[in-house]
Structures are given as structure tokens and as C-alpha cells.
T-cell receptor, first 113, second 111 residues
Framework: AQTVTQSQPEMSVQEAETVTLSCTYD???????LFWYKQPPSRQMILVIRQEAYKQQNATENRFSVNFQKAAKSFSLKISDSQLGDTAMYFC??????????FGDGTTLTVKP | NAGVTQTPKFQVLKTGQSMTLQCAQD?????MSWYRQDPGMGLRLIHYSVGAGITDQGEVPNGYNVSRSTTEDFPLRLLSAAPSQTSVYFCASSYMGDTQYFGPGTRLTVL
């Protein structure tokens, strides 16, 4: 069974500052991917960043980066230079090659001007 | 390239009615999934498929049926709608479990 836990239901950050969203997971699979998705008020699910579990190097995507600690089963998201458009709900997720996916309950991020 | 499409966008049902939510993708993805999202919560997996003719249950399968006769289509059937099935439903597809591409969602209300 897979579980994904996001312990911060809500967070806020000032524009241009840095914020880190936490995620822990558990899985018995050897082959899996980890993701952060963003869901703005439009409800469309948008990929923020992905990490292949067999790669030790942390993924980065412009202002977004992750801290992937495989042994600790931790996968946090760092957003640098926060922008008003980053205001959204953020979901951490685990996908396996077997087809099953598990999502956390989300963190609502508000970027304040 | 339309990506993942879902119809309808909105639906209101009465308790006991049945209906089918449609999902189609044009990216030739083998993997497809159905999720429901209740207010303030994350996505919960209902059913998933790793190819035509192959389906399996997710976390919350009761009250729903799926079939996968083609790679492109993955319809979700509500057998006898209940108020507890009021939710937003998302369909997604992916290549071998990698990044999921989501449809725009269907908002379902069961009275």
C-alpha cells in the first residue's frame, strides 16, 4: 500500500520570498515517481515538478526545486522568489509503474503582496 | 492534440439514477485513471487501467464500474447514484506511470 502525507494544510508567504512545502510518503514498490502538482482555483491539475525515485539528484524546474530524501521517504518542494500566480493548492503524489497513484490531501499556499 | 477530454463538465442526478462519465485521450497513453476529489481534499483513485482490456480497483471503487475496450477511451459508470458520490471527477492518462495528464474534471451533484 502507498501513503502520501502532507502535514501543512495551509501556508502563506510574502511575494518574492521562499517557501518550503513538506511531503512524506511510504511505498513498497521499487519503481516509482514522485510529483508535485498545482491546482489553482480553475481546478485544472498542473504538473510542477517530477522526480524519478532511482535518481539521487534533486529535480529543479526554474524557481521550483525538491529535496528528495529516499531513505527518509521525504519529498519537499521549495518555491523561490514566490509570485502571486503561485497561489494555489499543491499536491504531492506518488505514481508507480504498476499504474497506481496516491495523492496527499494538499497544502493551500497563499502568496501575499 | 486535445490531450485528455471529459464530458460532461457538469451533471446533476437524482438518487438511484445511473450515468456514464466519458474520458478520452489522444496521446496513445496506455495508463488511464479515474479520481474523485471531495471539497478540501486530495484526489482518491477510483479505478485504473494499464492497457486495453485491463482494469483494476483503486482506493474507492464501490459504486463505480469501468471498462477499457480501446486505448483512447476509459468511461466511468455510476450504477445507482448516491448523495455520497457528489464530487468532482478527474480522468488522467500517463505513459507507463510517469507524469499524469488530467482532464478538466466533471462536477457531479447527486440529489
Amino acid at each position: 500500500a502507498q501513503t502520501v502525507t502532507q502535514s501543512q494544510p495551509e501556508m502563506s508567504v510574502q511575494e518574492a520570498e521562499t517557501v518550503t512545502l513538506s511531503c512524506t510518503y511510504d511505498t513498497s514498490e521499487n519503481n516509482y515517481y514522485l510529483f508535485w502538482y498545482k491546482q489553482p482555483p480553475s481546478r485544472q491539475m498542473i504538473l510542477v515538478i517530477r522526480q524519478e525515485a532511482y535518481k539521487q539528484q534533486n529535480a529543479t524546474e526554474n524557481r521550483f526545486s525538491v529535496n528528495f530524501q529516499k531513505a527518509a521517504k521525504s519529498f519537499s518542494l521549495k518555491i523561490s522568489d514566490s509570485q502571486l500566480g503561485d497561489t494555489a493548492m499543491y499536491f504531492c503524489a506518488s505514481h508507480t509503474n504498476a499504474g497506481k497513484s496516491t495523492f496527499g490531501d494538499g497544502t493551500t499556499l497563499t502568496v501575499k503582496p | 492534440n486535445a490531450g485528455v477530454t471529459q464530458t460532461p463538465k457538469f451533471q446533476v442526478l437524482k438518487t438511484g439514477q445511473s450515468m456514464t462519465l466519458q474520458c478520452a485521450q489522444d496521446m496513445n497513453h496506455e495508463y488511464m485513471s479515474w479520481y474523485r476529489q471531495d471539497p478540501g481534499m486530495g484526489l482518491r483513485l477510483i479505478h485504473y487501467s494499464v492497457g486495453a482490456g485491463i482494469t483494476d480497483q483503486g482506493e474507492v471503487p464501490n459504486g463505480y464500474n469501468v471498462s477499457r475496450s480501446t486505448t483512447e477511451d476509459f468511461p466511468l459508470r455510476l450504477l445507482s447514484a448516491a448523495p455520497s458520490q457528489t464530487s468532482v471527477y478527474f480522468c488522467a492518462s500517463s505513459y507507463m506511470g510517469d507524469t499524469q495528464y488530467f482532464g478538466p474534471g466533471t462536477r457531479l451533484t447527486v440529489l
